[in-house]
């Protein structure tokens, strides 16, 4: 695993600066922030792991979109089935053929940044084409989700928070705005988590708790940080688990995620940020 150097890590806050307008006839109005998450192993940043994403401000709320790094998991996992595929079961085969490398995460956010859509894109290992992997809408009373491989849905109590588990931390931006309990304080709150078994979609209503942590300053390279500490705890299918999100005292601005299904000394930093207006 080869690192950056630390001066190749750049955090620049470039606030009142003039909004960037968006071509004539798009619902995007003006570039809110744009910046940077990196996977960071025992205190070093690791190459190849940049997650690039920008808000927008929308006429009826904003939308945020983030370019995925390159799964080398998945890709090697690809190529390797490809090589045995004369020894591999049919069962394997198909599951290869229909495998999906994620590229992108689209939300789309109310005007109060609560999440009214996801949309998550990829391309198909097999052949590169690009797909849909799953178009999600929160609406009052129902939670729907499609896919390339099938549907989901479920009924929305008016409480529940669409979930995506991926390393993004500003997935988790509307939990903690919605949800902000006080250092020493754990609250309940309610879960739609999406998930693909087998490439197909699955939404699963999971009950979880919200624990406020307290203030907590944070080092990335020579910037230090002022943040707020949150734990989330859910029982997802596969067992429990537990996510640490730093974030601003209103939760707008996520600086770093822990989860304990990643490797020992492993966190998602943001690495960059501009933010162009307030939102």
Known sequence: MRRLPRIAI???????????????????????????????????PVTDTAQIWT?????????VEDKLPVDKGVMLMAAMGAALDTKTSPEL?????????????????TKDRAIRALILNGKKLSDSKQIEVANCHVKENEIT????????HMKNSGQDQLLYPYPFPLLFAEILKQSQPATGQ??????????????????????????????????????????????????????????????????????AMED??????????????????EF
């Open 260 to 277: 304990s299904r990643f490797t020992p000394g492993l966190r998602i930093l943001l690495s960059q940020y501009k933010k162009y207006s």
């Open 55 to 63: 808000i927008w401000r929308t006429n009826d709320g904003y939308e």
């Open 145 to 152: 989700c499609k896919g390339h491989e099938g549907s989901a």
């Open 186 to 255: 754990t609250i309940p709150i309610t879960l739609a988590v999406l998930e693909e078994v087998k490439n197909r979609l699955q939404l699963a209503k999971v009950s979880g708790q919200l624990r406020g942590e307290g203030e907590e300053r944070m080092v990335v390279g020579q910037y230090t940080f002022d943040t707020e500490k949150f734990v989330l705890a859910f029982n997802a299918k596969n067992g429990a688990r537990q996510i640490t999100l730093w974030a601003s005292n209103q939760g707008t601005a996520v600086f």
């Open 93 to 109: 085969r198909e599951d290869m053929k229909n495998a999906t490398m994620k590229t992108d995460i689209s939300l789309q956010l």
């Open 10 to 44: 750049l955090i620049c806050f470039l606030v009142s600066i003039t909004p960037v307008a968006v071509p004539q006839g798009s619902t995007r109005l003006e570039k809110v922030a744009e910046g940077q998450y990196l996977q960071w192993q025992d205190g070093h």
